[in-house]
């Protein structure tokens, strides 16, 4: 009886798995078929495999440009973020301020604000100070996360406080306590933050598309969006980017499941 109700289970978790990545596989099944269209019935492999689609995304369109564009930004985003999240989580977390409840409460409660309710103000800001088709103007409305504050605050709070008391005791101050004794118990949380950070601004596409309108600084969704406006019916060459766009994410998810499963549980958060 045992057994069988392993195999019940197996059988479940493999059709949901199948359901989940058949989307993944149908876009490359697409990207490698010729002419192929989405009214079509699916195939399980097309009779006539090739990369065409890719050749055509590289030689019309300067896409790895955008590839580089995207590469950038979320890479120059994540290491901001981790630096001004952790930084404000070890304040909230370790030091005594007045009102410390009250503020973080308020920066929480900006998670509640639509991000489409700041582009008029934050456009108008960023073309005053004329960083218009910069990519600063891409990074620098991102260079916080009160999700990322958070979640590494949690972490923090899980870490001993006499792991601090005994560090102070031997001389050591805020930033040496900070750098040598917190961040490396952070390990999983901060892996966890970097991957989220990562993948928010790698598919962010409302404020790129607003804030940077120069076609040698699109960034990976603007540069598919405007890909289908162009090849409406090339489906193959569409998917080719969308496969190219996964990639990066895949790779980062495939390293880092471990230390996302960790820093989860270790922060505390359902």
């Known amino acids: 009886m045992q057994i069988s109700k392993r195999w019940i289970l197996f059988?479940?978790?493999a059709i949901a798995a199948i359901a989940m990545l058949f989307p993944f596989y149908?876009?490359?099944?697409?990207s490698i078929t010729p002419g192929a269209s989405v009214a079509k019935a699916p195939l399980l492999w097309p009779a006539n495999p090739g990369i065409s689609a890719y050749e055509e995304l590289f030689q019309k369109f300067d896409f790895?440009?955008?590839a580089f564009n995207s590469l950038f930004i979320a890479g120059v985003t994540t290491l901001i973020q981790i630096l001004t999240g952790s930084l404000a989580a070890y304040a909230f977390s370790r030091l005594e301020f007045r009102f410390k409840n009250i503020?973080?409460?308020a920066y929480l409660a900006t998670l509640m604000i639509p991000f489409q309710v700041l582009i008029v103000p934050l456009f108008i800001e960023l073309k005053y100070f004329g960083l218009l088709n910069t990519y600063w103007a891409a990074i620098l409305p991102t260079m916080t996360s009160a999700f990322g504050i958070f979640l590494l605050r949690q972490s923090l709070n899980q870490i001993p406080r006499q792991l601090d008391e005994a560090a102070r005791i031997d001389g050591?101050?805020?930033l040496r306590i900070f750098t040598l004794i917190l961040i490396p118990n952070m390990g999983p949380a901060l892996a966890t933050f970097a991957v989220f950070s990562f993948m928010a601004s790698w598919n962010s596409f409302l404020w790129p598309l607003v804030v940077l309108r120069k076609p040698e600084l699109q960034t990976l969704p603007v540069a598919l969006a405007n890909l289908q406006g162009q090849y409406t019916t090339a489906w193959d060459v569409l998917m080719a980017g969308s496969v190219i766009s996964?990639?990066?994410m895949l790779i980062i998810f495939i390293f880092a499941q471990r230390y996302v499963v960790q820093g989860i549980a270790s922060s505390g958060i359902k």
């Open 11 to 13: 059988l479940f978790l």
């Open 64 to 66: 790895g440009r955008s």
């Open 172 to 174: 050591a101050g805020h």
């Open 246 to 248: 996964i990639i990066p």
């Open 103 to 105: 503020i973080f409460l």
């Open 26 to 30: 149908w876009t490359f099944l697409t």
